[in-house]
């Protein structure tokens, strides 16, 4: 098990200025930042990181509306980290997400859900290097 994670607050959350208050939720969770950065992904980028989606049919979809505005990337610290982290943002349809969540809080809809979390230690491994080089990471 690793103690490392990665997450989005992707472009519903940062146009509406819920960045800090989502960061700030995190870290009151015990989560350490090892790495964070603020990018407006390309489509190229996008289509290449949602890469696994692509034979769905909410692929297009998903890779225009993370190209919407930027996003905050980071890489997480915590014991658990995975595990945690996926508790701490609550279920992809924010309707069924537990009270004080931050898809409860800021999510609009199933698409429009505030945040990624890595579901595995492999796919969190891989978002994390995908966005980050080795000189980026603490």
Partial sequence: MSNRTFTMIKPDATSKGHTGAILDQIIKAGFSVKAMKWIHLTTAQA???????????????????????????????????????????????????????????????IGENAVHGSDSDENAKIEGDFFFSGLERF
């Fill in 47 to 109: 289509g290449e990181f949602y890469a696994v989606h692509k034979e769905r049919p909410f692929y297009g979809e998903l890779v225009e509306f993370m190209c919407s505005g930027p996003i905050v990337a980071a890489i997480l610290e915590k014991e658990n980290a995975v595990a945690d982290f996926r508790t701490l943002i609550g279920a992809t349809n924010f309707k069924d997400a537990a009270e004080g969540t931050i898809r409860k809080k800021y999510a609009t809809s």
